[in-house]
């Protein structure tokens, strides 16, 4: 962790690797661990409004539109947005948005997917309630490694009672390859998430539980070219914990 503790990704960055295509994070298809996970999230529970942090173009948010759940995410790019939505297939509507000055929000025409462009920390329960349930892919994983706490205390904050929180993280050697996706381990999901370092003690709920619910070999061809020759992919269930 500390290899990386001071690694910084500029939203300027992020958005030269959409014009330049160096998008290899996005996949094509359903994400394994979500597929594999959806039902410990839903929870038998219908139309659950779900929260995509850093969502790019991500094929899972059409994948639970069409199951009839309602997705809100996030992203800075408006190019990704514009291609999720094309990609997809799906007629959209661009408003603006009072509460963020700059934001935009791009919602389908069915009114089940809004993104909002805009830098994840602007967002708040304020702009859009909160959420039964969060995929959180490539988002827990792609901040800096010096947000996590504001991460943590923001994604808390969206969170109704009744929120399950899947989070996909990646364990391999930080000094090897330097980010991102960040080395993010199971003692700093709980740093972050859990309330046990008094930082986020003031947040109501007090924190989440955490369940590590798979451990896979997340290794591909691609993590050859970071210098890797293993990575670990961890998913988590947070939940609220009792009040
Ligand atoms: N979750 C997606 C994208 C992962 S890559 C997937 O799994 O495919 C991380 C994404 O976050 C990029 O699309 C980047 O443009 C966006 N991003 C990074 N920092 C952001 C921020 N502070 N606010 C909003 N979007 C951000």
Known sequence: MSAQANRVMALSEWENRWQEGRTGFHRPQVHNLLENNLDKVVCGRKEVRFFFPLCGKAVDMKWLADMGHTVVGVEISEK???????????????ESVSAI???????????????????????SSAV???????????????????????????????MNNDCRYLVDTMEYNPELYKGPPFFVSEEDVKNAFANNDGSISRIPGGGCDIELLQSVDGFEERHKSWG???LTEKVYLLTPKAQ
């Open 80 to 94: 990704g947005i514009k291609q999720f939505f094309a990609e997809q297939n799906l007629a959209y509507n661009e």
């Open 101 to 123: 000055p700059g934001a935009k929000l791009f919602k389908s025409a069915d009114g089940k997917i809004s993104i909002y462009q805009c830098d994840l920390y602007k967002f």
């Open 128 to 158: 859009a309630g909160k959420f039964g349930g969060i995929w959180d892919r490539g988002a827990l994983v792609a901040i800096n490694p010096c947000d996590r706490q504001k991460y943590a205390t923001l994604l808390i904050s969206l």
């Open 228 to 230: 890797l020759d293993s």
